[in-house]
């Protein structure tokens, strides 16, 4: 997923590959709760860069979020930090007008996803306690 000018361009695939082009079209708006949750929870989170396991097979991630006072590059190959539940959580709360969901990883899986968030704008966050 990329976040491109009000919108999450989502790119599914099967066996690794991610299509080219976006699967689905998701337009965001800016005040929507769900969302400046998701952008609150991504502002708190104190995550590694890398999440590994000696396991060769399974799920592969990445994650980079920059907008104003986040910048988060993470990847995992079938470890993930301990909130990475509550991340897909929101996530989905996000995507679900579109009867898609991330489901939660699990060592066997074959899967691999990327959610990449690059904001031009500078968010004003609220500040509230994320449920």
Not at 61 to 83: M, Q, R
Request: proline content about 5%.
């Amino acid at each position: 997923m990329t976040y491109d000018n009000n919108r999450l361009l989502c790119y599914f695939g099967r066996y690794g590959l991610l299509s080219t082009k976006p699967t689905h079209i998701i337009p965001i708006d800016d005040n929507d709760e769900n969302w400046l949750k998701l952008l609150s929870f991504l502002k708190s989170i104190k995550w590694e860069s890398t999440y590994d396991t000696l396991i060769c097979d399974g799920t592969q991630w990445t994650l980079d979020a920059e907008f104003k006072e986040v910048n988060i590059h993470c990847y995992g190959s079938n470890a993930y930090p301990p909130d990475f539940d509550f991340f897909l959580m929101h996530l989905n709360k996000v995507i679900e007008c579109t009867g898609i969901s991330i489901g939660s990883p699990s060592i066997n899986d074959k899967q691999l996803f990327k959610i990449d968030f690059r904001w031009k704008k500078h968010y004003q966050l609220p500040d509230f306690i994320l449920e």
